[in-house]
């Protein structure tokens, strides 16, 4: 068994062990050839403590000519003074809208001459950062991110960009435009409670409290050269997909036909949402303030049925897989395909992270009755009640959702898709959608335009019943309890915590 053979088993085999995307940046030089052992793919520790300063690092100079984002700068500029020199820090999750972010900071520092430092950590660590921030109203963290199912645990956190608006005219920046976000993220991660209605969200300090940050997309992932071979196209339906699935695993090009992040962790909700969005199904219900779980409908069992179907004919080590292992389990072609965000993308086309770059095509995610859907896991960042330099973080804050700024990112190294709308109306980025480098950002472009998202619903108490979805779901993947009885324990479970509610 050559080089290439034993990765592909190996990874399928190994589950969490010594091959999750942590360990093996950390733990295989010697197998993978030359790697960057420093990757940033390592999900173990925090990718960054500390950004490089001013004077060290190297500015964004094409990207920072983009009239909007040099507007920006100059304006930071000529209000940064009485903070320059100063140190600020940042609590983002290990994901590509906070790396893109980081990737640009200098800018940033150049322009206002703040110390900036990043804490950027994987999902459950940050989250744990930022729990303890608010238990203990601590000033850890002046800036902090939270995925969108987050952000109601912690509603008296952010100071609201209303509120830092009128109390600091002399450094909002005049041409920060809240409208000019995108409604769907601006409904569901700075409004709160969340505006479900499709109408026009928040627009004061009582129902906004931090900003939409980025726009990660779960889409489908597959090897155009697998597919190819076996005359299949990405499905338009689930029951294509199983059919794709077991083709693939039977021709025995790949060691597995698909893989999943089943997990019991946050992804395994997010994939099963997918699922349960295009069966017509969702989690809770919602009737102004008050919550209703809906966690055991008829729509929800056939979504969840659905699901587990595809466990025969994936990677075996999907039931410890979060985002990051089905990452590693299609970069070292052990899957043909799955489901993944958007923004991995640039990873699976990175020879230092991946065996089969150029190979991987993109498609929409298949379809259930009620159509095709795609779980949105944004974040929003905000400034914390408890941070001694409120100014700072407001300038820090208004600078990573900034217009200008959103354009550097989405023209950048991970083509970050913008919050806002603007940004793909200007030359330089309406002609790049039109690309291929740039076919993953169109077709999230076309997914949101379609208005074919869903995402999580975020209140106090979603901490406590997260836990008994995921180990729900996690348990009917594994097999080890049907569908139908392991969401008629969570509904009974997640009754019992009592009446659930946005306050």
């Known amino acids: 068994m050559d080089r290439r053979e034993f990765l592909r088993y190996g990874i399928g085999l190994a589950g969490a062990g010594i091959f999750s995307l942590g360990l093996v940046d950390l733990a295989s030089p010697g197998l993978l050839g030359k790697r960057n052992v420093s990757s940033l793919a390592s999900s173990s520790s925090s990718l960054s403590t500390a950004s490089p300063s001013p004077s060290s690092s190297s500015t964004s100079t094409q990207l920072s000519s983009l009239p909007d984002y040099q507007d920006f700068l100059s304006w930071l500029q000529s209000v940064s003074g009485p903070y320059s020199g100063k140190s600020l820090d940042i609590s983002l999750e290990q994901e590509f809208g906070p790396l893109a972010t980081q990737l640009i900071d200098s800018d940033f520092q150049n322009a206002s001459g703040i110390r900036d430092q990043y804490n950027i950590v994987p999902y459950q660590l940050q989250l744990d950062d930022i729990s303890l921030m608010a238990s203990t109203q601590s000033s850890s963290y002046d800036c902090y991110g939270l995925d969108v199912e987050n952000l109601g645990v912690f509603p008296d956190l952010p100071i609201s960009p209303y509120t830092l608006s009128q109390q600091y005219p002399e450094i909002t920046y005049p041409g920060n435009d809240f409208s000019d976000f995108r409604r769907f993220s601006w409904d569901r991660i700075a409004t709160y409670p969340p505006d479900l209605s499709g109408g026009a969200g928040g627009n004061s300090a009582a129902t906004v409290g931090v900003l939409p940050f980025d726009t990660p997309t779960l889409i489908l992932f ?62 809770f219900a919602v009737d102004g303030n ?114 200008g700024a959103q354009e550097a990112k989405l023209l950048g190294h991970y083509k970050n898709f913008p919050t806002r709308s603007s940004p793909l ?79």
Not at 253 to 267: D, E, H, N, Q, R
Not at 272 to 278: E, K, M
Not at 378 to 401: D, E, F, I
Not at 429 to 437: C, G, M, V
């Open 222 to 283: 597959y090897r155009k050269d697998v597919y190819s071979k076996l005359g299949l196209t990405p499905a338009t339906t689930w029951d294509e997909h199983m059919a794709n699935s077991q083709k693939i695993q039977n021709s025995g090009l790949t060691p597995f036909g698909s893989v999943s992040m089943a997990a019991p962790a946050i992804s395994i909700v997010y994939e099963y949402q997918a699922h349960l969005a295009s069966f017509g199904g969702s989690l």
């Open 290 to 403: 008050d919550i209703t779980p809906t966690i055991n409908s008829n729509e929800a069992v056939q979504a969840l049925e659905n699901y587990v179907g595809y466990a025969p004919y994936s990677d075996p080590a999907s039931a410890t897989y979060t985002w990051e292992n089905v990452f590693q389990s299609l970069a070292y072609g052990s899957a043909a395909h799955g489901l993944l965000f958007d923004g991995f993308a640039t990873w699976i086309d990175d020879p230092l992270r991946s065996y089969e770059v150029g190979l991987f095509g993109y498609a929409t995610n298949p379809a259930g009755p009620a159509g095709s859907f795609h779980p949105y896991a944004g974040s929003g960042v905000g400034v914390s009640r408890y941070s001694k330099n409120p100014q700072m973080a407001w300038l820090w804050v208004q600078w990573a959702t900034a217009k």
């Open 425 to 503: 109306l200007i030359p330089e980025i309406a002609s790049d959608l039109q690309t291929s480098a740039y076919a993953v950002p169109d077709m999230v472009n076309q997914i949101w335009n379609a208005g074919t998202l869903t995402t999580l619903l975020g209140f106090p108490a979603w901490l406590k019943c997260s836990v008994i979805i995921m180990s729900a779901l996690a348990g009917a993947w594994k097999g080890g309890i049907s569908p139908t009885d392991a969401l008629n324990s969570a509904q009974s479970k997640v009754e019992a915590i009592g009446p659930l509610t946005f306050q």
